[in-house]
């Protein structure tokens, strides 16, 4: 009887750590629920006092960002916040939230790509499979399905992607206030006027392209500098040429901004203009790397010095993001004062504006 009375308990014991073991094993398979973990940090920061202090508001982001961090394409904001494509969905966090909130919309495709069209958000990969969502609306829809047909069609140059793909690599897609869409695809940049039925090759050699429009004037940055189009993209002239790529172009009060890289030097400069790009000026040469670095980065001393990046506005202000920090321009680029941020990584931050609000995403590096 003795016995009996041990050997229950054993068997008792022996079955509530199975079960333990069990429901733990169970509870690895689990997926994680995407935001829902207290421990997201470093992911996003936004300043709502011109970058004097800053509020970490990744709560409620996917998890796996904190490790690969957000694509440059997978992000923008505008005057009702910031939008980020990452895991299955679109988040979208207000520019005047006074919390870290963020609202999810589940997104039907593996588009990883982003950008703001007249009517709505486009979504889009390498291969050019396009959605847009319509303003005031919540389904996204297949656009320009016959894109790749035409431009194959266009350009017949053979590259990497073509002979693999059987595609023309999309680097971006930019529509104008009048509904003009660009695709910059491979080496080329595509017009179409009547929403993507049929398209023109308006630019050969453009590299990775960036367009901005401010007052019926188009820039794009190219392999060889900045380029200006009056005619809504038909036509396109060079309108700042250090003999080397253009990195950025950006709409600021009463103009534009620019950054143009120099081969010779080695080094970014921004450009302004106030007369709708005909004529440009050189700001920021305090943020120029030193000359001592320079030099010894030409020498093989050096791996990299600092480089200019990126240019915003915010109100007043001039952002410039460079690969050491973030600095501000009171002036218009006459002085500038180098921002503390927060602890974001070795790889330097990409950079967003909303109104008054300034956005930091820290670059995971490759």
Same mark, same amino acid.
């Given at each position: 009887m003795k016995k009996l009375f041990v050997f229950i308990p054993a068997i008792l014991l022996v079955s509530f750590l199975l079960n333990s073991f069990v429901l733990k094993e169970e509870a690895k398979k689990k997926p994680k629920k995407e935001?829902? $973990?207290?421990?997201?940090?470093?992911?996003? *920061?936004?300043?709502?006092?011109?970058?004097?202090?800053? &509020?970490d508001i990744s709560k409620g982001l996917p998890e796996k960002l904190q490790r690969e961090g957000v694509g440059s394409n997978g992000?923008?904001?505008?005057?009702?916040?910031?939008h980020l494509r990452?895991?299955?969905?679109?988040?979208? $966090?207000?520019?005047?939230?006074?919390?870290? *909130?963020?609202?999810?919309?589940?997104f039907p495709g593996t &588009?990883?790509?982003m950008a703001l069209g007249k009517d709505g958000i486009f979504a889009y990969d390498f291969k050019g499979q396009f959605l847009q969502k319509i303003n005031g609306t919540r389904d996204w829809s297949p656009v320009y399905k016959n894109f790749q047909e035409q431009a194959l069609r266009l350009d017949g140059t053979i590259d990497y992607y073509y002979t693999n793909y059987k595609v023309k690599f999309v680097r971006t897609v930019f529509e104008t206030a009048g509904g003009t869409v660009f695709i910059v695809s491979s080496n080329s940049l595509f017009r179409s006027a009547n929403k993507g039925k049929t398209w023109k090759q308006v630019h050969v050699g453009g590299g990775a392209m960036q367009l901005v429009e401010a007052n019926g004037?188009?820039?794009a940055t190219y392999r060889e500098g900045i380029l200006r189009s009056t005619d809504d993209g038909q036509n396109w002239e060079r309108v700042i040429s250090e003999g080397g790529v253009g990195i950025a172009v950006e709409r600021i009060d009463g103009g534009f901004?620019?950054?143009?890289?120099?081969?010779?030097?080695?080094?970014?400069s921004i450009?302004?203009?106030?007369?709708?790009?005909?004529?440009?000026?050189?700001?920021?040469?305090?943020?120029q790397p030193s000359w001592s670095s320079s030099f010894m980065k030409k020498i093989g001393l050096l791996q990299s010095s600092s480089a200019i990046l990126s240019i915003k506005q915010m109100g007043t202000y001039l952002l410039c993001g460079r690969t050491d920090g973030i600095f501000r321009s009171s002036d218009m680029g006459k002085t500038w004062q180098q921002l503390s941020l927060p602890p974001t990584g070795k790889y330097?931050?990409?950079?967003?504006v909303s109104g008054n609000v300034i956005y930091i995403i820290p670059n995971k590096g490759c």
């Open positions: 935001g829902k $973990s207290a421990g997201i940090v470093n992911i996003i *920061f936004k300043s709502t006092d011109g970058g004097q202090s800053w &509020q992000f923008f904001a505008n005057d009702r916040g910031i990452a895991g299955n969905g679109v988040y979208h $966090s207000e520019s005047n939230s006074t919390t870290s *909130f963020w609202t999810k919309e589940i &588009q990883r790509n004037v188009l820039l901004a620019a950054i143009v890289n120099n081969p010779i030097t080695q080094t970014n450009h302004i203009s106030l007369d709708r790009g005909k004529t440009w000026k050189a700001i920021g040469k305090d943020l330097g931050v990409n950079l967003a």
